[in-house]
Every structure is written in structure tokens, then in C-alpha cells.
């Protein structure tokens, strides 16, 4: 059985190429936008699911497009399932990857546009998917993308006075957030530190820092013996 | 120590009679720790804003840290209340990525550790929503169910909260016939459960007419919105990954139990109010029961012991999204490789974060008292929007 035979909805899913065509055909703006294929990779060299990249170029068409996409009857992407932001930070870009899926039709497809990255600043989709607002602000917060036209671009999971954007590849985290520290001694250092500062004294003392001594420390007849 | 800085979206000042509340971090019916700044004129709001973050733990940048095996753990702290979907999230992402072959006695071990969760998951949400109303008794027979799940659940992996039980390629632990047995035992004994949980709560008259109407998300606004699940239904969209984008052995079990995507009716009020929410949750403790029976079952056909198939040297590049079907809904995972023993790049996108999103929305116009109505209802774990 079928799971169309199962929830009895209507729908046609279209293939992501077909659901390229069909954007690509309504579109003026040629050329522009270019599809990669779903690649499997051989043995575990990884594999990439099939997306539509908008070139960096007209990032600026990303609204126009995602309308396209959400307007057009034969695609009805209804839902923003997803928005991901990638610090590639070998290329210098920040590439933004946009999930959709349609509720009316089941089918699904990536798009990811490369922004700069020193100036991420890409429209705001929050207009048309309430659902890219708290997704937008999230990605503003961690890697710093600028989200043109949001009604209310904060930081979401950071307090509002942090500095940086902690999912950048060469963020930094300062040595302290208001004056309590970031980091902390690991334990492991205090034990070893405790134990070099009682080396020289009773045996008990440094059984209860670091356990039994090894036999090896008591046929030397040591502090152990 | 500087004041601390706050920004909210409404700036203004209160106006008239308006006040500015504080409610949480620390406050038991939020679910977590989680803050709303509200604004209210006696017991009506304007506005709840949630202040989230309180348990942002940068799973997504642990993962960055830590090979794709490694991370599994971190996945379970996703959600706490439903590890094991997090676990399978993950898991599902990563094979996609690396298209590794998964054993069938391995996905069915999957499926059934997913749907014990979901039911146990279940008992929290309705639960401590009966509870949030003013209603405690309940809380101790779900809790009591719960118990027994997490029996079961420890007695297959070892722990009862945090599972880790998931692999790579697999699962850890192959099941025993004393576990089955276990477990069909407990099936048997919750079923009736289920039955006197909604004599005594859920079409209990008080409850019904306290829930009936509140809070009513449309279809449209669902979808809009994001909200995905268990909520999403409610409003009346028939959507189950588990039906409609079947993964692991859903597309065998389903169609062998006569499986129709529950759907919220507005029995009790309209259609996508608090009840059907709370109904909803109800059913799908019904569905979770056939589908492990019948995955019990099933499993009975598949070689004892093949569980694991482990990935040796695994360093995939690409990206590949995964989706499976968690308690507070569709759990989207997303990794991205670049021929590193790490993920390059991992995201986790839930339930509760969308839900999230839409209070501040719906809370206007709402009683206080039902701002706590709505959270509950809409089932939201803190840590599922902070990660």
C-alpha cells in the first residue's frame, strides 16, 4: 500500500528536477539559477540530496524566487521546514540552505544561495513564512546574517549583550561573559595539581586524592609501603 | 556587575492599567526553562513575549566537535522527554549522508524504541497539561505509565532518560524474548489504561469546557507558522511522516493496522483548539500500541543479532536533511560533511522551537491562566528550542 492509499490526500509530488524546470520556466531572471543533481557518493565518500542554487550574484531575486515557489499552484511550498546557515570558510562565503516542503503536493527541495562573508545580508522571508522568523533570528544570532526587512532581528539564543556569533568557523569566545569567567580548570588538572602538592605527604592523604596507589609505587617501597 | 540588557520587540511603555510581568525562567508550568515578558491589563494579555535560550547548550557546535559517531549521546539532550526520535534523527541524517546500509532487524528495533518513547513522551505532555489546569491527579497515573516504559526502556539500553541507544548503521542492543514478552505484557496492561485515562480526563466535563475553543490555530496558520506534529494535526492537516513520508519500517507496519492519520474534528469546540491537542495525544498513544505490537511481530521474520552494520573510516562529504517523526513532530536534521571525521555542519530544526515562535502571536487577547493553557497544549520541552 501506498502511502498516498494511506492519508488519501491530493497530491502530486514532482521530482526535485521537475520542480526545477517549472521555476526555472517562470522565471525572466535566466541563467540564474542552476540545479545539482542528487549525487551518491562510492562507499562512504557521502552523498548530497538535490537542491537549486541561486547564483550569489542575485541573491537579491531570493524573495522573488521563494514566491515562485510558494505561489506557483504546482508547487505550493507551504512550509519553510528548514533554514540553515554554513560558515565555508575556506570559499569566504556563508551559504545559506533553505528547506521547503509542500503539504498539498509531498514533495520537497533545498535551495542554497553563497552570500559574502564579511557582509551576509540576504531579504528577510518572514513576509511570506512566519515560520523564517524565529528560523532567521536564530541564524543571525550564531553566524551573524543579516536578515533584510525582518520585523524583528535580535539575537534568540545568545543574551542580547554577547559579542560574536558563536557558529562562525573562527569565532573566538571571549575569556569572560560579565565578569564570570567562560571556562573553567578541568577537574582532572585540580586532581593532579592536589596530588603534586601532598607528594611528600602520608600516604592516606594521597589515596584519597587519586585512589589505591599502583603496586608498582609500593614494591618501591614508597610513600605506599 | 552592569544592568542586564534586555530588548524586547515592544518597546513602548505600558499603557493605562498595563503592567509588565515577569513569568519564568523559573516557573512550573513553563515547560522548562523558559521566560515570558507579558503584558497584561488584569488578567488579559496583549502579549506574551517568550525570552528563550536559558538551555541553549550549542549542540549544533558540539557536533562540529566530535566525530559523527560521538555525537549520539548530545543527540538525546535535544529533547529529553522523546531522546530516542533525537537519536534516530541523527542517525537517519548521517546515513543518508554516507548512504550506509541499515539492517531491517535494526529499523524495526528503531521503530519500536521510538514508539515506547513517544507514548512515555505522551504521559508527560498530558500529564503535566492536566496538571498546568489545576487537575494533579491525573499527573500520577501518567507518570505511573511512564514508569513502566522506562523499565522497558531501560532494560533494553541501559538507561531511562537518555538513551544513547541508536548507532550509526544500527542500533546498539538486540532485544530478548523476555523483553518482548515484557512488553507485550505492558501493551496489554495499557490499552485499558487508555480507556480510563479519558473516563477520568479526557472527556471529563470540566476539562472539556476549561479547554474547548482556547487557543484555536487554523489550518492555515499552522501550516504558516511551522508547527508540525501532533499540533499540526490537531488543526486538521492529515499529515504523518511516519504515513506519508514513510521511513525505517513504517511503510510495512502501517498498512498491516489499518493506520488513518488521527485528525483534530473540534469535537469539544473548533477545530484546532486546546482539546483536540490534548485528544490528539490521547490517539496517538492508541496508534503507538498497534504499531509496536505489530513491529513486534514483524520482527520475529529478521535474522536475531544483525542490529549494526558500523561505518570503518568514515569521513562523508556532501549534505544530506533526514526527517523523522518525534513526539512534538516532524524533527528535521540536517548535516553537512566535507570529507572530515566531523560533521562540518549540523542542525537540528523541532517542534517545540516553531511552536515557540507562534505564542507571542496567539497569547494576545488571551487570560494569563491560558497562556499556560496554550504551552501546555502546544507541548513544548525547553531544551527542544534551545539545543
Known amino acids: ?225 | 556587575m552592569s544592568e542586564l540588557v534586555l530588548s524586547l520587540s515592544d518597546e513602548s511603555a505600558p499603557a493605562g492599567d498595563e503592567m509588565i510581568l515577569n513569568m519564568g525562567p523559573q516557573h512550573p508550568s513553563t515547560h522548562g526553562v523558559i521566560r515570558f515578558i507579558v503584558r497584561t491589563d488584569g488578567e488579559v494579555m496583549s502579549s506574551a513575549e517568550p525570552d528563550v535560550g536559558y538551555l541553549h547548550r550549542a549542540i549544533e557546535h558540539i557536533a562540529e566537535k566530535c566525530t559523527y559517531e560521538a555525537f549520539m549521546p548530545y543527540t538525546d539532550r535535544v529533547d529529553y522527554v522523546c531522546a530516542m526520535t533525537a537519536n534516530h534523527a541523527w542517525a537517519s541524517a548521517v546515513e543518508k549522508l554516507g548512504r550506509l546500509p541499515v539492517p531491517p532487524r535494526a529499523h524495526y528495533l528503531r521503530v519500536i524504541s521510538d514508539e515506547l518513547n513517544r507514548i512515555s513522551s505522551h504521559c508527560i505532555a498530558l500529564g503535566a497539561m492536566a496538571m498546568d489546569l489545576g487537575a494533579v491527579t491525573p499527573f500520577p497515573y501518567a507518570l505511573r505509565e511512564r514508569e513502566h516504559v522506562n523499565d522497558l526502556l531501560e532494560e533494553l539500553c541501559g538507561a531511562r532518560l537518555t538513551y544513547n541507544y541508536h548507532r550509526v548503521g544500527g542500533v546498539g542492543w538486540d532485544l530478548t524474548d523476555a523483553w518482548r514478552d515484557k512488553v507485550l505484557r505492558f501493551l496489554d496492561h495499557f490499552e485499558p489504561v487508555i480507556a480510563e485515562f479519558d473516563r477520568l480526563i479526557t472527556h471529563n466535563e470540566i476539562f472539556v469546557r476549561r479547554l474547548a475553543g482556547l487557543a484555536v490555530i487554523g489550518r492555515d496558520e499552522a501550516i504558516a507558522h511551522g508547527l508540525v506534529g501532533p499540533n499540526l494535526r490537531a488543526s486538521g492537516v492529515a499529515f504523518d511522516l511516519r504515513a506519508d513520508l514513510p521511513y525505517a519500517t513504517y511503510a510495512d507496519i502501517l498498512p498491516k493496522i489499518s493506520w488513518k492519520t488521527p485528525v483534530g474534528r473540534g469535537a469539544a469546540g473548533r477545530v484546532g483548539d486546546a482539546w483536540d491537542r490534548f485528544w490528539l495525544r490521547v490517539e496517538e498513544w492508541r496508534w503507538s500500541v498497534r504499531i509496536v505490537r505489530e513491529a513486534l511481530d514483524q520482527i520475529q521474520g529478521t535474522p536475531r543479532g544483525e542490529i549494526l552494520i558500523a561505518p570503518k573510516r568514515f569521513k562523508p562529504r556532501g549534505d544530506a536533511l533526514a526527517r523523522v517523526e518525534a513526539a512534538r513532530g516532524d524533527m528535521a536534521c540536517y548535516v553537512v560533511g566535507d570529507g572530515g571525521p566531523n560533521a562540518y555542519r549540523a542542525r537540528f530544526r523541532t517542534g517545540s522551537f516553531n511552536a515557540m515562535g507562534l505564542v507571542r502571536e496567539k497569547s494576545r487577547g488571551l487570560m494569563v491562566a491560558d497562556l499556560v493553557a496554550l504551552i501546555a497544549s502546544l507541548d513544548i520541552v525547553a531544551p527542544e528550542i534551545d539545543r
Open chain 1, 1 to 225: 500500500m501506498t502511502e498516498r492509499e494511506l492519508n488519501a490526500g491530493p497530491a502530486t509530488p514532482l521530482s526535485p528536477r521537475a520542480i526545477f524546470e517549472r521555476l526555472a520556466a517562470s522565471a525572466s531572471d535566466d541563467g540564474v539559477l542552476t540545479f545539482e543533481d542528487e549525487a551518491a557518493g562510492e562507499g562512504h565518500a557521502g552523498a548530497r540530496d538535490a537542491c537549486v542554487r541561486l547564483a550569489a550574484a542575485a541573491a537579491a531575486t531570493l524573495p522573488g524566487v521563494m514566491k515562485r515557489l510558494r505561489d506557483d499552484p504546482a508547487l505550493a511550498f507551504d512550509f519553510l521546514q528548514n533554514l540553515t546557515a554554513v560558515d565555508w570558510i575556506k570559499r569566504d562565503v556563508i551559504e545559506l540552505v533553505y528547506h521547503l516542503f509542500s503539504y498539498a503536493h509531498r514533495h520537497t527541495i533545498a535551495l542554497k544561495v553563497d552570500l559574502p562573508r564579511a557582509v551576509p545580508r540576504v531579504a528577510s522571508l518572514a513576509a511570506l513564512w512566519p515560520s523564517a522568523n524565529w528560523m532567521e533570528r536564530e541564524q543571525f544570532d550564531l553566524l551573524g546574517v543579516v536578515f533584510e526587512g525582518h520585523p524583528d532581528l535580535r539575537r534568540l539564543l545568545m543574551p542580547d549583550d554577547w559579542a560574536g556569533h558563536p557558529m562562525r568557523k573562527d569565532y573566538r569566545e571571549a575569556k569572560a561573559y560579565r565578569g564570570m569567567p567562560t571556562t573553567r580548570p578541568s577537574p582532572l588538572d585540580l586532581l593532579q595539581s592536589f596530588d603534586r602538592a601532598h607528594a611528600t605527604g602520608p600516604a592516606a592523604v594521597r589515596e584519597t586524592a587519586t585512589g589505591p596507589a599502583p603496586p608498582s609505587d609500593a614494591t618501591k617501597g614508597g610513600a605506599g609501603a
